[in-house]
T-cell receptor, first 115, second 111 residues
Framework: DGGITQSPKYLFRKEGQNVTLSCEQNLNHDAMYWYRQDPGQGLRLIYYSQIVNDFQKGDIAEGYSVSREKKESFPLTVTSAQKNPTAFYLC??????????????FGAGTRLSVL | GEDVEQSLFLSVREGDSSVINCTYTDSSSTYLYWYKQEPGAGLQLLTYIFSNMDMKQDQRLTVLLNKKDKHLSLRIADTQTGDSAIYFCAERAGTASKLTFGTGTRLQVTL
């Protein structure tokens, strides 16, 4: 069953704590993305990776970090420097920019709340 | 930079047609997409259109693109209660890997 798996579905962070959101895909896609969704603001790009061992900052990278050690995995760490982390986080993947349509496919999301 | 705008809310009666509008600013857009998001879920691709096309039809969905005015619309015929969701338009500039998303339009279908 191909797709993108995000875990956990719900996550709670204590003040000063780093938390890591998992994103795994078995679509053999080169590119992966992390978005943050807040009510009424649409999706904002945090980080993206076009290939293993490479990633670029998106529009709101401050307070977040990523790694891309394997093609299938693109974990997102929300650090204590992110002062307003409460949001719905979405991971996506696509075949890559050389593919004309470059359709992005999304996971089911992780909802992060601050205790 | 790129900017994509949508109205926030649309209410229609079951059986009527829905038209969701989107405007974008980037003249180098190559592909434009419509995604659907149901409550608490991820985004599901509905359809997409290449920038050299004016119209694309897929069952109940019709996409219209006016490249001159940078205006994209999604028409849903015979709207059903299961169509209630948030609809996002997104655009890809040139050969960029990333997409720019609109703020989303919440479609409410009433009986």
């Amino acid at each position: 069953d191909g797709g993108i798996t995000q875990s956990p579905k719900y996550l709670f962070r204590k003040e000063g704590q780093n938390v890591t959101l998992s994103c795994e895909q078995n679509l053999n896609h080169d590119a992966m993305y992390w978005y943050r969704q807040d009510p009424g603001q649409g999706l904002r790009l945090i980080y993206y990776s076009q290939i293993v061992n490479d990633f670029q900052k998106g529009d709101i990278a401050e307070g977040y970090s990523v790694s891309r050690e394997k093609k299938e995995s693109f974990p997102l760490t929300v650090t204590s420097a992110q002062k307003n982390p409460t949001a719905f986080y979405l991971c996506a993947s696509s075949a890559g920019q050389i593919i004309a349509k470059n359709i992005q496919y999304f996971g089911a999301g992780t909802r992060l709340s601050v205790l | 930079g790129e900017d994509v705008e949508q109205s926030l809310f649309l209410s229609v009666r079951e059986g009527d047609s829905s038209v969701i509008n989107c405007t974008y600013t980037d003249s180098s857009s190559t592909y434009l997409y419509w995604y659907k998001q149901e409550p608490g879920a991820g985004l599901q691709l509905l359809t997409y259109i290449f920038s050299n096309m004016d119209m694309k039809q897929d069952q109940r969905l019709t996409v219209l693109l006016n490249k001159k005015d940078k205006h994209l619309s999604l028409r849903i015929a015979d709207t059903q209660t299961g169509d209630s969701a948030i609809y996002f338009c997104a655009e890809r500039a040139g050969t960029a890997s990333k997409l720019t998303f609109g703020t989303g339009t919440r479609l409410q279908v009433t009986l």
